[in-house]
């Protein structure tokens, strides 16, 4: 079991994490609720049907990471404007699009790494240097999205576009300074991956 989640009888997932592992994946769901931000509950609104209906921004992110883990509906390497006039249309669409959904996704996202941390916090409060980790079927797809949010940030940072821009992360040199963050980008690959088994029917 270490290095990877395996499933339990009757639904959800375990791993065993030994303390650093707990720590530095801990110490980056904490980073990525801070890159994206307070809710709007944070922002205190007192009237839930107000906030229910709130609209988000319109304009995508200047963080790159941001970007990745936001990007626009409606445009990208899959759709391509042949005009002037399908660009600006495609902007339109996307803009409305984020003004509608962002807030919904960003909530989303700061729930799974919320559960992330929770969960891990009640295995530090268990007093052991290492625990094995132990989701319900819920957790685990919470755990799921948090993943790959946090791989996405990470690629982001690298500059991982493709496949071809990961297996270049295999040569690079112990001295390179990206290395830390490349062996945190393929070790939690590692834990998406088998997590993602343990859900398959």
């Given amino acids: ?18 303390e650093v592992e707990i720590s530095i994946i801990r110490s980056l769901a904490v980073q990525l609720l801070e890159l994206i931000g307070p809710g ?25 990471v941001l970007q990745r883990l936001f ?28 003004r509608f959904t962002e807030n919904d996704l960003r909530a989303g996202k700061r729930d799974n790494a919320l559960a992330v941390i929770r969960s891990l916090d009640a295995l530090a409060s268990a007093g052991e240097g290492g625990a094995v980790l132990k989701l ?18 990470i690629g982001s ?11 270049l992360l295999y040569r690079l040199p112990d001295d390179d ?8 980008y ?3 690959g590692g834990l998406q991956e088998t997590l993602v088994e343990t859900l398959m029917p």
Avoid at 1 to 14: C, N, V
Avoid at 79 to 94: C, D, G, L, M, N
């Fill in 1 to 18: 079991m270490p290095g990877q989640f395996e499933p339990l009888p009757g639904g959800g997932a375990a791993v065993a994490l030994d």
């Fill in 40 to 64: 709007p509950a944070e922002d205190a609104t007192e009237d839930p049907l107000a906030e229910l209906f709130s609209e988000g921004p319109s304009e995508p992110p200047a963080d790159p």
């Fill in 71 to 98: 990007p626009d509906a409606y445009s990208g390497p899959d759709v391509e404007a042949t005009s002037p006039e399908q660009a600006e249309e495609q902007r339109q669409y996307s803009a409305e699009f984020r």
């Fill in 136 to 153: 319900s079927t819920e957790e685990s797809q919470q755990w799921l999205g948090a993943l790959n949010d946090l791989r996405l940030a």
């Fill in 157 to 167: 940072r690298l500059d991982v576009i493709d496949e071809e821009d990961t297996d």
């Fill in 177 to 184: 300074p990206r290395k830390p963050m490349v062996m945190a």
């Fill in 186 to 188: 393929l070790w939690l």
